[in-house]
């Protein structure tokens, strides 16, 4: 039974793709950093979703606090991961951090502080991992795969900082695409806006302009992202492929 590890896995995209990999016959483990009561809620839910026998559903399904932060966090993340399953077949390395500056002005984008964090989280966190992970998937063939941003393909989003490292982690997973090559391939997806709690820092006014913006009028859902990270995971011809998910906003 393959073994599908979601980081930053118990809220918003997170954990629609936790619902999606149940739903395929994965066994999930959820990644949080804080909310236990949260991750315990989703875990909770998977085992009805899933075709795995019902009798051990609720040993297919565990969740594992970690800081994406920590280099060392990480690494024991994989490593409790493998104890617990054995095996690695899908990282869905969905972690990022950002601070609400816009895209405005340059006097509220350089501090210095909120550079790191980004860079630290939307691009060396993907790189620890993979970099743990990689025995284990090699072992099973598997699939990387990373959350970015349409922020990181046009200039656009929360922050500088936050669209420039997106942007470096697009160009970080091309990289490891072919560096982890043949065995193990390496994709990723680049949401629009997703109305998830990460975006409560836009006010309703600018949502709906977002909204009126794309061409097809709509808001890029969670679960149409987590179909496509699971089509990631299952097919075996495409890798360092960048999917863009916008509803057209930057056509
Ligand atoms: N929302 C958008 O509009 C949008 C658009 C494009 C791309 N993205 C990207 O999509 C990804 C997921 O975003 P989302 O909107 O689904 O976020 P979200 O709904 O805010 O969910 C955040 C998740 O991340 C976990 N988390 C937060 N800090 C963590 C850390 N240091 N270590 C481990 N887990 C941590 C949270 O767990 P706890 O609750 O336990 O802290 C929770 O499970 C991010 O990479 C983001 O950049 C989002």
């Not at 990999?21 to 909310?35: E, L």
């Not at 559903?57 to 993340?77: C, H």
Request: aromatic residues 8%; without cysteine.
């Amino acid at each position: 039974m393959s073994v599908a590890l979601i980081t930053a896995g118990s809220a918003g995209l997170g954990a629609a793709a936790a619902r999606a990999f149940a739903k395929d016959g994965y066994r999930v483990i959820v990644n949080y950093a804080n909310n236990e009561e949260r991750a315990n809620k989703l875990l909770a839910e998977l085992p009805a979703l899933s075709p795995l026998p019902q009798d051990s559903g609720a040993n297919n399904f565990i969740a594992i606090k970690a800081d994406l932060g920590s280099r060392d966090e990480i690494n024991r993340l994989i490593q409790e991961s493998v104890d617990r399953f054995g095996r690695l077949d899908v990282i869905f390395s969905n972690g990022g951090w950002t601070r609400f500056r816009g895209m405005v002005s340059i006097d509220e984008n350089v501090f210095e502080d909120e550079w790191d964090g980004a860079f630290n989280m939307n691009v060396k966190s993907h790189l620890w991992l993979m970099h743990a992970a990689k025995k284990h998937l090699d072992e099973t063939e598997g699939a990387f795969i990373s959350t970015a941003s349409v922020g990181g393909v046009i200039p656009s989003g929360s922050s500088l900082a936050y669209s420039v490292t997106k942007a470096a982690q697009i160009h970080l997973m091309k990289a490891l695409a072919i560096m982890a090559a043949p065995k193990i391939r390496v994709n990723t997806v680049s949401p629009g806006l997703l109305l998830t709690e990460w975006a409560n820092v836009f006010s309703d006014e600018t949502k709906e302009k977002h909204r009126q913006n794309t061409k097809l009028k709509r808001f890029v859902t969670v679960e149409d992202v987590a179909e496509q990270v699971l089509v990631f995971a299952k097919t075996k011809s495409m890798t360092g492929v960048n999917v863009v998910m916008d509803a057209g906003f930057i056509l």
